[in-house]
């Protein structure tokens, strides 16, 4: 009796006035809540009720109907009364005043019948609420099961007739009108006219575990709805979801009410996500990101111990994944942590690259995931960073000429792993390669490169300067602490550099101004039996915050090939020309 007598003090108190005047516009029915069965657990309530109870407390209902099966029941009376004193406890959390419908898991003798009324009163009842008048039939009657039948439906007919002109709705917990599953229910013959004659609304009965809109008949609406936390079926689009129905009754008489099926496990509250918890997740993306490998040849071992911290106060597990790529190899290849909420945790893996690699870069996967909140899934990939050593150069003649040039080549443009784009394309090193050395003196940075081109092909008739046989030159002199990081800043450019191919100088064909003009830049360039010679001379005044440590990356093109332009990248990507992450790096021999 306590819910209903609780219910008709606030119903009162908060009437909202609309056209139905004084009534409440906007109810929530819900089905088969049900205590859980699920692992012999009888008495704890099911957890999909206890998630829609906080939901239909943001939504803030005038009121609840419950459709019965409220408990698992169909055990001795001493388990039976500790079921429903778990469902008083959980269901005493709903803000709003909540109206109970008998179901079989209630009631299913007289013994069961006696416990329930001695706990909550009627069976079957009615309530008004302004112009609206609310019906609860059941359908558990231990004199007549499965019907609404003798004392009842005598009731039935005074009650309706005593509520003409009000907008009804009506509810029980079996579907008894569905005549196929009830064929003696007697519901059509005996119920169904009084309903219509009232011009009810709407009936609602759970019983079955799923949604269902079984239409209209003579203006009654049928629906189903028991998904409020029993066990469902696995057919979501055939109405096995959880669920409850959100019913707006307003505007005026003869209005149907409005229905929403609303999913369990979908309405949040406001807090769900901050700018804190927002922040914590964008963090995670840069965690175990093992960074690059510096490689000063092509053989390269590194060994790291990269530290993960949670952010959260609940538990995560996070997993790393290397891909299969050749001639890289991390040991181990999977590996998993578990961090407690706010502490720290550690993988280590050591990362191996050799001459055979056919990538410059090994991807790998690590995935977050924290109790209860979720997951994220981040790619990140350890790539080659080339490092190498930029001595002092005095007399540099920037000519084409690369006589002053002598020794090993610094760098290297002959490998397959450095073919950015079309690399099926690239018919090896006599096709297109490069070696290269670097070296700078009190004005300038120096680059001399040797081209391997035999067949040359000019800028295109007003195409772009990557169209023809050209060098990409690829500079970050930002200082540390911002050197390295993705995207361009000042301090960051790059520059295509034509060849000049019919005895015209070499030039400058395209510079990279949107973070940093370079000043005073020379080119010249030679052609030789195999290709090209290209100089160039960048004055270090363009970087006054440069380091000892600065980003260098070259990009041959060859155009030659009619199906595309083939592209050798020293150490990084396609993407150079927007992210200078990848450069490689040349350590001059004093800042
Ligand atoms: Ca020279
Ligand atoms: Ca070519």
Redesign the pocket.
């Known amino acids: 009796m306590l819910w209903r007598t609780l219910a008709c003090i606030i119903l009162v108190a908060s009437s909202p006035g609309v056209l139905c005047a004084g009534a409440p516009s906007r109810f929530v029915v819900i089905g088969d809540t049900r205590t859980d069965g699920s692992g012999g657990d009888v008495i704890t309530p099911a957890p999909m009720y206890r998630r829609a109870i906080d939901e239909i407390n943001l939504l803030q209902p005038d009121f609840v109907v419950i459709l019965g099966d409220l408990v698992l029941g169909y055990t001795e009376l001493e388990t039976l009364e500790k079921q429903w004193d778990a469902f008083d406890r959980e269901t005493s959390r709903l803000q709003a005043p909540v109206h109970l419908v008998v179901g079989n898991h209630d009631v299913w003798n007289r013994a069961s019948e006696q416990v329930y009324a001695r706990r909550y009163g009627d069976r079957w009842y009615s309530f008004d609420a302004g112009e609206c008048h609310f019906v609860v039939l059941d359908s558990e009657d231990q004199a007549a099961p499965q019907q609404i039948a003798g004392a009842q439906l005598e009731w039935l007919k005074s009650d309706l007739a005593a509520s003409a002109g009000k907008r009804v709705f009506v509810f029980v917990h079996q579907p008894l009108w569905a005549e196929a599953s009830y064929p003696r229910s007697g519901w059509m013959k005996d119920v169904h006219p009084l309903l219509a004659a009232a011009g009810v609304d709407t009936v609602f009965a759970g019983h079955w575990h799923n949604y269902e809109n079984m239409g209209r008949k003579d203006g009654v609406r049928y629906i189903v709805t028991g998904g409020g936390g029993a066990e469902i079926g696995g057919v979501p689009a055939a109405g096995d979801f959880y669920h409850y129905l959100w019913v707006t009754a307003d505007g005026p008489w003869g209005t149907a009410a409005r229905l929403a099926v609303i999913r369990t496990g979908h309405i949040e509250a406001e807090d769900v996500v901050t700018t804190e918890l927002r922040d914590a997740w964008g963090r995670l993306r840069s965690q175990l990101d093992f960074g690059p490998v510096a490689v000063s040849g092509d053989v390269a071992r590194v060994a790291r111990t990269l530290p993960v911290h949670n952010p959260f106060p609940r538990p995560m597990a996070v997993s790393m994944e290397f891909a299969d790529a050749p001639g890289w190899t991390a040991v181990p290849k999977a590996a998993r942590v578990s961090v407690p909420g706010g502490g720290d945790g550690a993988i280590s893996v050591e990362v191996s690259v050799d001459a055979t690699a056919a990538s410059g870069a090994l991807p790998y996967r690590v995935r977050f995931e924290v109790e209860g909140r979720g997951s994220l899934e981040v790619q990140h990939s350890v790539r080659v960073r080339r490092v190498i050593d930029c001595p002092k150069k005095e007399g ?10 002598t020794g090993e080549p610094a760098l290297r443009l002959d490998r397959q792993s450095q073919v950015a784009l079309q690399a099926r394309l690239w018919g090896g090193p006599s096709m297109c390669s490069g070696m290269g050395w670097v070296g700078y003196d009190d004005a300038n940075l120096y680059l ?1 490169l040797r081209v391997t081109d035999p067949s040359l092909e000019p800028r295109r008739e007003g195409g772009p300067a990557a169209t023809a046989d050209s060098v990409e030159l690829y500079l970050d002199g930002r200082p540390e602490g911002r050197l390295g990081r993705p995207g361009y800043s000042a301090g960051v450019t790059y520059l295509i550099i034509t060849p000049g191919l019919a005895g015209e100088p070499a030039r400058v064909a395209y510079q990279e101004k949107r973070f940093t003009e370079l000043r005073g830049v020379t080119v ?1 360039s030679r052609l030789t039996a195999e290709g090209y010679d290209i ?1 160039v001379a960048v004055p270090l005044s363009n970087f006054p915050q440069h380091g000892n440590l600065m980003g260098l990356d070259v990009a041959l093109n060859d155009n030659s090939n009619p199906a595309g332009r083939v592209q050798l990248v020293w150490n990084g990507t396609m993407d150079d020309w927007q992210d200078a992450s990848a450069f490689g790096l040349i350590r001059l021999a004093e800042p």
């Open positions: 540099v003649e920037v000519d084409g000429s690369l006589r002053e040039w001399a010249a100089e």
